[in-house]
């Protein structure tokens, strides 16, 4: 069937304003960071003896690299994996970060990126994918979990939350605020997700106190194992999550950086919530990781990266339907 014109239109201006924000990448000044310290920051580095770190992997979202990186390759595809992790601590259990993707993003994923988006972007989900199954799968029971860390309120993020009834979840305030009252459908925020959510911890990181390279950061426990960092920019209260396992310390930056390369070259997504946040945070995250070489960054999205990680301390779970 022809498809009406006005739908041609609007794709035609999308892609042309996807275009000119992918071609546009005005050089941002280095910012000056005024503490490039490790103040706060216990040397040398002692980990958690029994504290484990499992990785699942919910789904990918697959699509160009110039829909992704400013300046990026229109012949390039790429797959995002959309990462949870949980961290198996040894005196206070169960944590998750992030949650990955919803069953309902293979079945329904206009309800998450538009129609607009299902032709720019693909949701690969595979079945029995969820990070809920793939617990129990693993020997985890989700009813165990009473923490759950959200790095940000963005669908990939959010999808696997409904599995965890008995967790407190933690976000920035400046997210919460934000997905409550500013968030519009195109900002990617799946409120149908967070319905029923009643037990929310919000963490004003206005109020915390920095930690190294960061401006401001939350001790969840009070013993430094794991730790909050506030990374906004891609959106108003990304947050990152900084883990003591007994080999090295990990640090989840959610979306703050997609892949390596965000973090490690500073290559600039097409978009962000806060350029100049985004910007500074990824400078932030650079200084730590050259001041403390045995750090493990995990980007948000990158497969290669997580892969990579070769730590015992570090479990990597197979997704469903690998290897076929
Ligand atoms: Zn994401």
Redesign the pocket.
């Known amino acids: 069937m022809k498809r009406p014109l006005f739908v041609s239109a609007s794709t035609a201006a999308f892609v042309t304003a996807l275009a000119f924000l992918s071609a546009c990448h005005d050089p941002l000044p280095v910012p000056r960071i005024d503490k490039p310290t490790l103040d706060g920051w216990a040397q040398p580095y002692q980990g958690v003896q029994g504290l484990k770190v499992h990785a699942f992997r919910t789904g990918a979202?697959r699509g160009v690299e110039a829909a992704a990186f400013a300046g990026g390759s229109w012949t390039t595809r790429m797959a995002?994996g959309?990462w949870a992790f949980v961290i198996e601590h040894p005196t206070h259990g169960l944590i998750v970060f992030d949650t990955g993707l919803s069953d309902r993003a293979r079945t329904e994923p206009e309800h998450f990126v538009g129609w607009l988006g299902t032709k720019l972007a693909v949701l690969d989900v595979p079945e029995h994918a969820a990070l809920g199954e793939q617990m129990k799968a693993a020997g985890l029971d989700p009813g165990d979990v009473h923490l759950v860390v959200l790095s940000h309120l963005?669908f990939?993020?959010t999808g696997g939350i409904a599995a965890f009834p008995n967790a407190k979840v933690a976000v920035a305030a400046a997210e919460k605020n934000w997905a409550e009252t500013g968030a519009r459908r195109i900002d990617f925020v799946d409120t149908d997700s967070l319905v029923g959510m009643a037990r929310w911890q919000t963490i004003d990181y206005a109020a915390e106190k920095p930690l190294a390279t960061f401006v401001a950061s939350h001790d969840f426990f009070g013993d430094g194992s794991v730790i909050g960092l506030d990374l906004a920019g891609h959106t108003p209260g990304n947050q990152g999550l900084l883990v003591r396992t007994p080999e090295a310390p990990i640090l989840f930056t959610g979306?703050a950086a997609?892949t390596e390369k965000s973090w490690r070259w500073t290559a600039r997504p097409i978009s962000a919530y806060s350029m100049p946040l985004w910007w500074e945070n990824i400078w932030r995250i650079n200084k730590f990781a050259m001041l403390e070489p045995r750090l493990v960054v995990v980007p948000?999205?990158d497969d290669l990266a997580v892969a990579s990680i070769g730590i015992a301390s570090f479990i990597h779970h197979q997704p469903p339907g690998a290897g076929r």
């Open positions: 979202v995002m959309a963005h990939d993020h979306d997609w948000g999205h």
